[in-house]
């Protein structure tokens, strides 16, 4: 129930087009949903959140879509761009809680 | 404004010695500190957190401890490294209330050979 699944584990899309990457969770108790984004070599640094009393949120080309009933989440990069290729990992926490638990990850490559 | 310092960058270590990595955080009091494992091409694995100076709590089983001595200062450590300690460690703070952002520094390269 701690767990969030993420796929896909790899994606590749044309320069201009939408990456899609989606998240799932069990626990009813997470109410913070954000999405990281970290480059070859260097530590994850946040990109996006949402909390679920919204659903969706909009940030430049990111958007967060949440489907509290579905218990989803998606991270959507609109016009994608080479230098978007990263890896981007979605995670979930309690506010009551420290930790934060992540996806396994998904490796976005953007073809020029 | 806050900053999180993490060394060494990259570190090659033979099997059997001892390892101690260390991150300090500036800007900041009570972080709440994290040390996690990425192996390459996967996912975070959290290994320790802690809440305050002496506070550790371990979330897998392992041949790694950790250590906060200061408030501000989080230490990862082996007596006797093992091939399978290889990976990718990083370090992380986030406010001790309210903000959940986690904050990661810019990791260290392992290799145990």
């Known amino acids: 129930q701690q767990q969030v699944k993420q796929s896909p584990q790899s994606l590749i899309v044309q320069k201009g087009g939408i990456s899609i990457i989606n998240c799932a969770y069990e626990n009813t108790a997470f109410d913070y949903f954000p999405w990281y984004q970290q480059f070859p070599g260097k530590g994850p640094a946040l990109l996006i959140a949402i909390r679920p009393d919204v659903s969706e949120k909009k940030e430049g080309r990111f958007t967060i879509s949440f489907n509290k009933s579905a218990k989803q989440f998606s991270l959507h990069i609109m016009d994608s761009q080479p230098g978007d290729s990263a890896t981007y990992f979605c995670?979930?926490?309690?506010?009551?809680?420290?930790?934060?638990?992540w996806g396994a990850g998904t490796k976005l490559i953007i073809k020029p | 404004s806050q900053t999180i310092h993490q060394w060494p960058a990259t570190l090659v270590q033979p099997v059997g010695s001892p390892l101690s990595l260390e991150c300090t955080v500036e800007?900041?009091?009570?972080?709440?500190l994290y040390w996690y494992r990425q192996a390459a091409g996967r996912g975070l694995q959290l290994l320790f957190y802690s809440v305050g100076i002496g506070q550790i709590s371990s979330e897998v089983p392992q041949n790694l401890s950790a250590s906060r001595p200061q408030d501000r200062q989080f230490i990862l450590s082996s007596k006797k490294l093992l091939l399978s300690d290889s990976g990718f460690y990083l370090c992380?703070?986030?406010?001790?209330?309210?903000?959940?952002?986690?904050?990661f520094g810019q990791g260290t390269r392992l290799t145990v050979v």
């Open positions: 800007g900041t009091s009570n972080p709440n």
């Open positions: 995670a979930a926490r309690r506010d009551s809680n420290y930790q934060l638990i």
């Open positions: 992380a703070w986030s406010q001790w209330e309210g903000n959940t952002e986690a904050f």
